[in-house]
């Protein structure tokens, strides 16, 4: 393991795969998506591959066959935060790490979900992990989601911070890319549905197992 020493005036988490478990809300949302659309076989290679491509907005025509793909993302986009209320849950230990680290530095949770802070807020205050944040930024509070700098950078201005002062946290390329756009240092986690080898390929300062690695990581 790395000697490596990160100095972190604040941190950009992200949410989906990161501090809490999401493979389940993927699941659901596939399955009712299917439904809805009157397609009773299902495939367990769209479970994560679909997630993947939207994030990476990437074309899905040789996935859905016969399928409408904008009328599949909406269908999709909607069941997926329906059943993140419902169905995603904290890391294990995840409380304590961000505990921790909130007592070194500001801690941040920028997210491309397209819903309302204020929703956000509630589900991680319904999972006891509203406390540790100081700043939450959603896909509705800028133009361009990651792996613009955008968010990034809208949050290091609302917390006071220089944006290369900070780290960004997350276990999908497109959260390292984020953070390399706006200059901070980065961390992957393979907590969520990226392999290695994918993060590995972007090149991050850390690639940790959990985020409950960090702590020791962060002077």
Known sequence: ?????????????????TIVDSKRAYLEAIKTTLIKLGHN????ELVFEVPRRFEQSMAMDDLLVDIDPKRFREIYITAYYEATGKFSQPFPNVRETLRDLSRKSKLALITRRRMPKED??????K????EYFTYVVTGN???NPKPSPEQLMTCAKHMSLDVCECITVGDSVIDIR?????GTRTVAVLS???SYEELKAENPDLILESVNQLP???K
């Open 1 to 17: 393991m790395t000697n490596l020493k990160l100095n972190a005036k604040g941190m950009f988490f992200d949410l989906d795969g």
């Open 41 to 44: 076989v299902f495939d367990s």
């Open 120 to 125: 956000v807020i509630r589900q991680m205050e």
């Open 127 to 130: 999972l006891s992990l509203a």
């Open 141 to 143: 509070d800028t133009a």
């Open 178 to 182: 984020a953070g390399k756009n706006a």
């Open 192 to 194: 969520g549905i990226y």
């Open 216 to 218: 020791v990581f962060i």
